[in-house]
């Protein structure tokens, strides 16, 4: 079995775990996400949402270890989602 790599891959960041919202159907009961507010991936949602969208968010690198499967966690402000995150030990 792989070793689940948990730097973001657009910054090298250490991803932190992060509780999944009981609200959502995202499934697991974590994730681990780059809370980095430069990661370019951040950075450049802004301005790619608003061209494409006309939403005014951006979204996070994130990653299911039950699965490997990443994607994309939107946000609406740099501070959103931060309350979910587990402290390390």
């Known amino acids: ?3 689940i790599k ?3 891959p657009h910054c090298g960041v250490k991803m932190k775990k992060w509780e999944t919202p009981g609200w959502t159907t995202w499934g697991g009961r974590m994730k681990y996400v ?3 507010d430069e990661c370019t ?3 450049r949602g ?3 949402m608003y061209k494409s969208q006309k939403a005014q ?3 996070r690198h994130q990653m299911d270890p039950e699965t490997g499967a990443c994607g994309p966690l939107p946000v609406n402000t740099a501070e959103a989602g ?3 995150i587990i402290p390390d030990d």
């Open 1 to 3: 079995m792989s070793k």
């Open 57 to 59: 968010c951006s979204y």
């Open 41 to 43: 991936y951040y950075v």
């Open 34 to 36: 780059c809370f980095n």
């Open 46 to 48: 802004w301005e790619w």
């Open 82 to 84: 931060k309350e979910g």
């Open 6 to 8: 948990t730097e973001c």
